[in-house]
């Protein structure tokens, strides 16, 4: 399964192109708002990053895996990265007035995790996005449901924080989707 | 109508009700190929309070609530058993959320 259009059609029982621009953009902004909480670039892709007067040993890359190291301008130190982190070490403290590094980085395909988390945070942004015009149901949980003939099941009240978690939700992520992507939050050095 | 959100929030509360409550059965279908499936059914009798029901089919009627993900299909003299015992449809109603097909309610005759 992958975080894409054709998922979420599927998942919100869609089978029309009528909410297509309102899909894609739900599906840009959990990106966006994942990228932004975890300080990093989540597609894989070319990029370029300038550090201004750089003083230090390490530098943190906003777009990981790390695949490839194009080249490092403003330094003639040598180095080695680390895929999984992001980080690129140099063998010496490097001072430079600016220290640009291109670079290739980026998941090829979201880890399964991530794209539950996406999933997730698309569900809890979706009611907002679509508008929520044809409806009075407010966008959080059902607190009890009846099927007629069969019984009435009655949910715990609370908000997305709910569910034995200790974190609090970052704005429009839940709890839930931060418990899960945390581990994927930026290294800082 | 619901939006799309919605209406898969309150089908998907509602199947949960269903899978949470339910009865395990074996559903066999009467004509060819007579497939089975087990699947998990909502199970009621017929009470004083279900007066038409009891008009409708007698005492001791019995209404199944089936999800229409779990067979696709429900006709007349089609059966489910249940616990050992096996009950054989005579009506078949359809239950919708908005536009939606979601459940079938297959009613049993009584005495």
Known sequence: MNFDLATLKIRIGVTDTSKDVNLTFAMELVIALLEDYLDRKLSKAD?????????????????????????????????HWSEVTGLVH???????HELTV??????????QDLIFAALQ??????????????????AGSISRITLQDVGTVSYATGNSNAGGSLLQSAGVIPATVMGIIDSYRRVLC | MLSSADR???RDAQKQVLD??????????????????????GFKTASWQDEELINAFGI????LTVKVSDIAVIE??????ISGERYTIDSVMPVHINGELVFWKCFVRGK
């Open chain 1, 47 to 79: 990029d370029t990053e300038k550090f201004i007067h750089f003083a230090a040993s390490v530098v943190s890359l906003h777009r990981y895996p790390l695949h490839s190291i194009a080249s490092i301008s403003g330094s003639n130190e040598k180095f």
């Open chain 1, 90 to 96: 140099f063998d010496h403290h490097v001072t430079a």
């Open chain 1, 102 to 111: 291109v670079y290739n980085g980026g998941f090829e395909t979201l880890p």
């Open chain 1, 121 to 138: 945070l698309f569900d809890a942004i979706w009611d907002d996005v679509d508008g929520g015009s044809s409806s009075s149901v407010a």
């Open chain 2, 8 to 10: 898969k929030k309150f």
């Open chain 2, 20 to 41: 949470l409550l339910g009865v395990p059965a074996v559903w066999t279908q009467v004509k060819a190929p007579k497939a089975t499936s087990s699947v998990t059914v």
């Open chain 2, 60 to 63: 001791g009627a019995k209404v």
């Open chain 2, 76 to 81: 007349k003299f089609d059966a489910f058993v």
